[in-house]
């Protein structure tokens, strides 16, 4: 028997929709919101507005590509959480109503288990259980996949999230939002041994960013002069722009490099505590080619089997929505139609 599912992702500024087959995708559309480059950062607002734009041609560009009509479609997934509430609100409503109109089965899905699962849609040969380093604008997470649908968090950031370390370091640079891709950019051409920044000293398997962005802070107000707070030391604005222009790339380097060490450090602590020895990465941030050069120079000497997701499955998308909806659809994990979109969704 065949199982269609039409899923929607709608938590932050993309507007997405795909369709699978038994966890084949079909196809996988994102209308990417632009408004927000003016702002610096993603304003709620506007991309609750833009989502009401674009969800109904998404989605019916997601059937299109599939050639399906929405007759075929078996279950209607939606992510229910965590993300902004306006704009979960619009997908989330929007599929129910469909599910609703069709009288099929509605499935809500946890944005970041999605984020997991989104490694099976080109390795469905990745053995359980496997360790997955989740990396998002909004998430650090450890987690430990025993199943599809069976996943515990055994690390997170206690503070910043690891897409935040890069969008707001970005940001002391002078570059605009979205920040990471662009210290990506930059670092290629960059001497990542130039300076050093700290690395947290963090118990167990959680994370920390925010005193490695008050020291990048520091040492581009010093302009390289320290990594410290010091009154004295504070250059004029004019000498901070020149240091920074001179030392772009070396500074992006040094800093991708002591993100993603952060990254990799913890990201072999788990697999040394739990004896797991296969790791996956997931989420927006696992785009960038220093942690994904990282985590093969990991694994390598230590023959763990690793799996990295295709970039278009790394930012948010709605084929890992998809695939999480088949295996929620396998399990009858469904939603009740009463159920608020915003509520918390469970994993
Ligand atoms: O998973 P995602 O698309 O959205 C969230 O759920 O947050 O992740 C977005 C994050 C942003 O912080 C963005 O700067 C970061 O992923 N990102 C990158 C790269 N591509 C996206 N960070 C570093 N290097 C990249 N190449
Ligand atoms: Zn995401």
Redesign the pocket.
């Known amino acids: 028997m065949s199982i269609h599912i039409l899923a929607i992702e709608s938590?932050?500024d993309?507007t997405a929709a795909a369709v699978c087959v038994n966890g084949k995708i079909l196809s996988n559309e994102v209308a990417t919101q632009e408004v927000h480059k003016n702002f610096g950062g993603v304003v709620p607002e506007l991309a609750s507005r833009a989502h009401m734009q674009h969800i109904v041609p998404v989605v019916e560009q997601a059937l299109c590509k599939a050639n399906l009509t929405l007759d075929r479609i078996d279950a209607i997934a939606y992510t229910q959480s965590p993300?902004l509430i306006g704009s979960l609100l619009v997908g989330g409503q929007f599929a129910k109503s469909l599910a609703l109109s069709l009288r099929k089965p509605l499935i809500a899905v946890h944005?970041m288990q999605a984020?997991v699962l989104a490694n099976l849609i080109e390795h469905p040969e990745l053995a359980f259980p496997f360790i997955c380093l989740t990396?998002?604008?909004?998430?650090t997470q450890l987690v430990l996949c025993e199943s599809p649908t069976r996943m515990e968090v055994i690390g997170e950031t206690i503070d910043d999230?690891?897409?935040?370390a890069?969008?707001k370091t970005?940001k002391l640079l002078g570059l605009p939002?979205?920040?990471?891709?662009l210290?990506?950019?930059y670092a290629k051409t960059g001497r990542a041994d130039r300076f050093v920044f700290p690395e947290p000293q963090i118990p167990d398997l959680n994370f920390s960013f925010s005193g490695l962005k008050t020291s990048i802070l520091y040492f581009l107000q010093n302009a390289g002069k320290s990594h410290a707070y010091h009154p004295e030391l504070i250059a004029t604005t004019e000498e901070q722009h020149a240091f920074i222009k001179e030392n772009l790339a070396d500074l992006c380097a040094s800093i991708?490099q002591r993100?993603v060490s952060i990254l990799l450090h913890k990201l072999k602590k788990a697999v040394i505590k739990t004896g797991i020895k296969n790791i996956a990465l997931a989420?927006?941030?696992?785009?960038?080619?220093?942690?994904r050069n990282g985590i093969q120079q990991l694994a390598a000497p230590y023959n763990y089997q690793y799996s990295i997701p295709s970039?278009a499955y790394?930012?948010?998308n709605a084929a890992m929505i998809a695939i999480t909806g088949y295996y929620k659809y396998l399990d009858k994990q469904f939603a009740s139609l009463d159920q608020r979109s915003s509520a918390k969704a469970t994993w």
């Open positions: 938590s932050c993309e993300g944005h984020h990396v998002s604008g909004g998430h999230a690891a897409g935040e890069f969008d970005a939002y979205p920040g990471g891709p210290i990506d950019h991708q993100i989420g927006g941030v696992s785009a960038n080619s220093g942690l970039l790394c930012t948010d």
